[in-house]
């Protein structure tokens, strides 16, 4: 599975973003989806994920509330919608996949990044 992250960019404090990220070479459909973020100097952390089955989602507490995160089966891709950016959002974003329902193992497959710069 091959996965291809864009949609990142420079924004004011209180702009918007969708990211999106495309799959392909696999069942895009069977896979579990997430989004993470590494700002400068920092671990990589979650931010959102959604199922395959039932389009469950979960988020980071850090953007709950500004973050939808949603797929289109039909173009293999996940999106992920901020709102409300905040400058400690800035970090590049990694989509990630994995195979399972709900499954706490590690993800397989990541994309390459795309930045997203927040300023005040």
């Known amino acids: 599975v091959q996965l291809q992250a864009s949609g990142g960019g420079s924004v004011q404090a209180g702009d918007s973003l969708r990211l999106a990220c495309a799959a392909s070479?696999?069942?895009?459909?069977?896979?579990?989806m997430a989004w993470f973020r590494q700002a400068p100097g920092k671990d990589r952390e979650f931010v959102a994920l959604?199922?395959?089955?039932?389009?469950?989602?979960n988020y980071a507490d850090s953007v709950q509330g500004r973050a939808s995160i949603f797929r289109d089966n039909a173009k293999n891709t996940v999106y992920l919608q901020m709102n409300s950016l905040k400058p400690e959002d800035t970090a590049v974003y990694y989509c990630?996949?994995?195979?399972?329902?709900?499954?706490?193992?590690?993800?397989?497959?990541w994309g390459q990044g795309t930045q997203v710069t927040v300023s005040s």
């Open positions: 990630a996949a994995r195979r399972g329902f709900l499954n706490s193992g590690p993800f397989d497959y």
């Open positions: 070479g696999g069942s895009f459909s069977e896979l579990e």
């Open positions: 959604i199922t395959w089955r039932h389009f469950l989602t």
